[in-house]
């Protein structure tokens, strides 16, 4: 469910009514349990026109031919676990900012489970084993 989540994406766009649109954005770690590593937080434009950037925690850059802002962070976890994006840019659709797309990835599971040991079926001996635990999410939206 939505609790299992490991990030909340928060995005309000508001039309300034002088041809310009006023855009804040918040993420929060759902899930301190969690480190999430090379965050993108995709978010459409409306526009192929640059952003002005009012105030950001992390980095952005533009994708000025599709008209996609990504906003990045390196890392989020219990001790980087909210963030906040302010921006303006011009239009008047402000549904045009929907969905905003969230990649990441992550060697905490959404389930914390273990494999203490492996044991062969034929004998009941040990195998010698090794975990490998990797988090992408295929699709995460935020609409």
Same mark, same amino acid.
């Given at each position: 469910g939505?609790?299992?989540?490991?990030?909340?994406?928060?995005?309000?766009?508001?039309d300034?009514?002088?041809?310009?649109?006023?855009?804040?954005i918040?993420?929060?770690?759902?899930?301190?349990?969690?480190?999430?590593?090379?965050?993108?937080i995709l978010?459409?434009?409306?526009?192929?026109?640059?952003p002005?950037?009012?105030?950001?925690?992390?980095?952005?850059?533009?994708? @000025?031919?599709? %008209?996609?802002?990504?906003?990045?962070?390196d890392?989020?976890?219990?001790?980087? =676990? /909210?963030? *906040? $994006?302010?921006? @303006?840019i011009? %239009?008047s659709n402000?549904?045009?900012?929907?969905?905003c797309?969230?990649r990441? =990835? /992550?060697? *905490? $599971?959404?389930?914390p489970?273990?494999?203490?040991s492996?044991?062969?079926?034929?004998?009941?001996?040990?195998?010698?084993?090794?975990?490998?635990?990797?988090?992408?999410?295929?699709?995460y939206?935020?609409?």
């Amino acid at each position: 469910g939505e609790d299992a989540a490991p990030l909340t994406v928060n995005c309000w766009p508001e039309d300034e009514g002088s041809g310009s649109i006023n855009v804040n954005i918040e993420f929060e770690l759902n899930r301190p349990d969690m480190v999430l590593n090379d965050v993108n937080i995709l978010l459409p434009l409306g526009t192929t026109d640059p952003p002005a950037i009012e105030q950001i925690d992390g980095q952005y850059k533009v994708d @000025s031919g599709s %008209g996609v802002m990504c906003w990045h962070h390196d890392i989020i976890d219990s001790n980087n =676990s /909210s963030g *906040s $994006l302010e921006f @303006s840019i011009g %239009g008047s659709n402000v549904d045009a900012f929907f969905p905003c797309e969230i990649r990441f =990835s /992550s060697q *905490s $599971l959404l389930c914390p489970i273990q494999v203490s040991s492996v044991t062969s079926s034929a004998n009941g001996g040990p195998i010698p084993a090794n975990t490998i635990i990797s988090v992408v999410p295929d699709a995460y939206q935020c609409a």
